[in-house]
């Protein structure tokens, strides 16, 4: 018998909803994989030290992954309106030589926030420092650092924490490109095949339509690995990050990419990547 696919995604509502189906054996025909949670910081590393058969990460990732990892064109997370946020507790913070906690310095949040500080904070800020997301809110609430860049459902809750919103990564990559913004990305090994690549994509698209299909059977899964998330927040969060996107990539969703890319190359922020690289 063949050993089962190793992938791995977070515990977030978004991951939780698209991977539902498939990884408890509903979608026909695929068997259900070995799924790994884990922050999107260690699925960024483990993509690099190429562990695992198929994984969520960061597209600020993507350039260091191409050679060994294919980009699947569904399953992902990009949008309008869901952008990074940079917090501060105090409302037009300054961010000149500050602490900034970011969820990962090879994640698109870091990306767009390196191409709107280079405009917005002339001055430079300070140092960086790698947090897991759900630790970043409670650090600049303490002081611990001066401003935060969060992801995720921390759109919806950043207010229980007494923070300002100092700015929206994504308004200003929306107002510059007119593109949505490419935030997670699925991939999988090569070496697995272009013939298996199609159907590992078509498996997961089948897994998102399922859970839009029927979306109160993935509910308790979602909930059991949200960290104590409210019913409601989630909803939101799966509104917000899974759409059409998510099941296809399709020419705009490729252009995000490519344009994302092509922008943190100019900067240095990333390898140049061949567009051609981008599809299998």
Not at 130 to 136: G, S
Not at 179 to 191: K, M, N, Q
Request: proline share 7%; net charge negative; with cysteine.
């Amino acid at each position: 018998m063949a050993e089962p696919l190793r992938v791995a995604y977070s515990p977030c509502p978004n991951d939780t909803f698209v991977f539902h189906a498939w990884a408890h054996g509903l979608v026909p025909g695929a068997d259900a994989p070995e799924v790994l949670f884990a922050d999107i910081d260690v699925t960024n590393g483990m993509a690099e030290r190429g562990e695992l058969d198929l994984l969520k990460i960061s597209y600020g990732q993507l350039p260091w992954v191409l050679e060994e990892y294919a980009l699947l064109p569904c399953g992902g997370a990009l949008g309008r309106g869901c952008g990074p946020l940079v917090l501060t507790r105090e409302p037009d913070a300054d961010l000149t030589g500050g602490t900034v906690a970011v969820p990962s310095e090879r994640s698109t949040a870091y990306l767009l926030f390196r191409l709107w500080a280079a405009k917005a904070v002339p001055g430079g800020f300070g140092r960086i420092v790698v947090m897991p997301f759900h630790e970043i809110m409670p650090a600049v609430r303490d002081g611990r650092v001066d401003a935060g860049l969060v992801i995720h459902e921390a759109r919806f809750t950043y207010g229980r924490y007494g923070l300002h919103r100092l700015a929206d990564m994504g308004e200003a990559w929306e107002r510059e490109t007119g593109l949505p913004i490419p935030l997670g990305a699925i991939v999988a090994r090569r070496s697995l095949g272009a013939d298996r690549l199609k159907e590992l994509a078509d498996t997961l698209r089948a897994s998102v339509r399922a859970a839009w299909d029927a979306p109160e059977d993935s509910r308790a899964y979602v909930l059991e690995h949200a960290q104590e998330m409210d019913p409601a927040v989630a909803d939101q969060h799966i509104g917000l990050y899974v759409n059409a996107f998510t099941e296809d990539l399709g020419a705009e969703g490729y252009a995000a990419v490519e344009t994302l890319l092509t922008r943190a190359a100019t900067e240095g922020l990333v390898p140049s990547v061949d567009p051609g690289a981008l599809r299998f």
